[in-house]
């Protein structure tokens, strides 16, 4: 029977359990938060965003998960700067080119700021002239930093990033830094 841990990653932590790249840094690992053995994470999640981390010691479903050959669906909750109007939407629907090439088409909506929303350390940053909004973007690939990439493309730079569900699995009132086994 696999072990499956779901975990609401906070900002500014490694999405792995050791920071092997600086000896006695301060930076915050998966073990600051997870102490079960002999499982390991199911894709990453960069420093700066935060939500659903899948967690396993079965290599076939980390596989599954975490290999772009299995069109696994992730849907980001996006805090973009601006309002993206109906043609950014329709461009991240029908894919964007990066420069890595077209990006596959993805499923995008405006959205009202997420319930249950924890406040972020440091928090976004607030400017009075410039207006943002949410929007719920999923994907079916993982190339490094996409999301981000994507919303900047169509004009509206992400200030924040929530990864909110993988597959069938959701944060559901996960608390940030919190884990569940199921």
């Known amino acids: ?3 499956v841990i779901l ?13 092997k790249g600086t000896e006695g840094s301060p930076r915050r690992t998966l073990s600051d938060f997870i102490d079960v053995p ?12 935060e939500g659903i981390m899948v967690l396993t010691d079965n290599g076939k479903l980390q ?5 772009p050959r299995h069109k696994m669906a992730k849907t980001y909750w996006v805090q973009v ?12 629907r029908k894919g964007v080119e990066l420069k890595d090439g077209l990006t596959r088409p993805a499923q995008a909506q405006r959205i009202e700021e997420p319930t249950d929303l924890w406040p972020r350390t440091p928090p976004v940053r607030f400017r009075k002239s410039v207006p943002d909004c949410w929007i719920a973007l999923t994907i079916r690939e993982g190339r490094n930093r996409q999301v981000r990439r994507m919303t ?8 924040r990033l929530i990864r909110a ?3 069938d699995w959701s944060l ?10 199921i």
């Open 152 to 159: 900047a493309s169509v004009g509206h730079p992400t200030l």
């Open 1 to 3: 029977m696999a072990r």
């Open 165 to 167: 569900q993988i597959g």
């Open 38 to 49: 002999k499982v390991y994470p199911a894709g990453r999640l960069d420093r700066d965003s």
């Open 172 to 181: 559901n009132g996960l608390e940030t830094g919190k884990w569940r086994e």
């Open 7 to 19: 975990f609401n990653k906070p900002y500014d932590v490694l999405s792995q359990f050791t920071d």
């Open 81 to 92: 700067e601006g309002e993206p109007d109906e043609a950014a939407l329709a461009a991240l």
């Open 63 to 67: 596989a599954k998960i975490s290999n």
